[in-house]
């Protein structure tokens, strides 16, 4: 990788009693980039992003984010040096407007310099920054829509929007395109790629298609082990991913 890595993971396991859900797991993400989480089900994939949220501490080994050994930092303490959850910071309050679920994500967000920033701000360029994000996920003209009414992809991806609402250095995404249709998930993939320019991205998804298409590498898991890591290409290419991908079909 040239650089440093936003995010380093060495070694994590995870025990839910006698059950080893993560083994051993290294991890690296470039900054910007787009990495996938694969593998069957029940193979760690969200045990695996709760230790990078700081949901669950792992029993072993070590996280690292922008440098910071955060192992053991409290979630609130990783939102504010720049990591993103989707569900965890930011769900939609189905209650009220789009307009205004982004504008409390806004308020809300505790990226450094951020409160500063929206003190400095005049309401009307407010009104612009939340207008601008809701237009980049295709929600702007469902600005006055209750949350409630907005569609299943919609509201997938309000809640994306919300949790780029404090310009997260890395997003963590689990299977949002689940649920989706076929035309949404296409989307999907369309609407992330902006978020390259600052925010690298940990997604997982049952999706392989949808998966290798946009992602830049590809970490497939295997109870609860890294089975394989790599480019799509070599992914697709490696006998020991097609093994586990037939031993499932
Ligand atoms: P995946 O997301 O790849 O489907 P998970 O990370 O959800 O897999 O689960 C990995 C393994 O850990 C599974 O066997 C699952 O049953 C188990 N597991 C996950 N969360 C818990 C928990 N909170 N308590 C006990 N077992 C769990
Ligand atoms: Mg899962």
């Known amino acids: 990788m040239s650089g440093d890595p936003i995010l380093s993971l060495r070694g994590v396991g995870k ?13 690296d993400v470039a900054p910007r980039s787009f990495h996938g989480l694969i593998g069957p089900n029940g193979s760690g994939k969200s045990t695996l992003l709760r230790a990078i949220a700081g949901e669950h501490l792992p029993d072993e080994g070590s996280v690292s984010f922008a440098g910071e050994d955060i192992t053991t930092a409290q979630p609130a303490r990783r939102a504010r040096a720049g990591l993103s959850i989707k569900f965890q910071i930011t769900a939609v309050l189905k209650s009220l407007t789009v307009y205004d679920n982004l504008l409390l994500a ?5 990226a450094p ?15 612009e920054a939340v207008m601008e994000q809701l237009a980049a996920f295709r929600l702007a003209e469902h600005a006055d829509t209750v949350a409630a009414n907005l569609s299943h992809g919609q509201q997938q991806w309000l809640e994306i929007a919300m949790a780029l609402a ?18 949404e998930r296409r989307a999907t993939g369309e609407l992330l790629q902006p978020i390259r320019e600052h925010c690298a991205l940990v997604i997982v998804e049952h999706d392989l298609d949808f998966i290798k298409e946009f992602c830049d590498r590809l970490t497939v898991l295997d109870g609860g082990k ?5 480019t799509p290409a070599e992914i697709e290419g490696s006998e020991k991913v097609q093994a586990v991908y037939t031993r499932r079909a």
């Open 226 to 230: 890294v089975l394989d890591e790599g």
């Open 106 to 110: 806004l308020q809300a967000a505790g």
């Open 15 to 27: 025990r839910f009693g006698p059950l080893r859900a993560l083994d051993g797991v290294d991890l």
């Open 113 to 127: 310099g951020l409160g500063a920033l929206l003190l400095s701000r005049t309401r009307r360029s407010l009104h």
């Open 166 to 183: 404090a310009r997260p250095r890395l997003l963590l995404l689990d299977e949002p395109t689940g649920g989706m249709s076929p035309e």
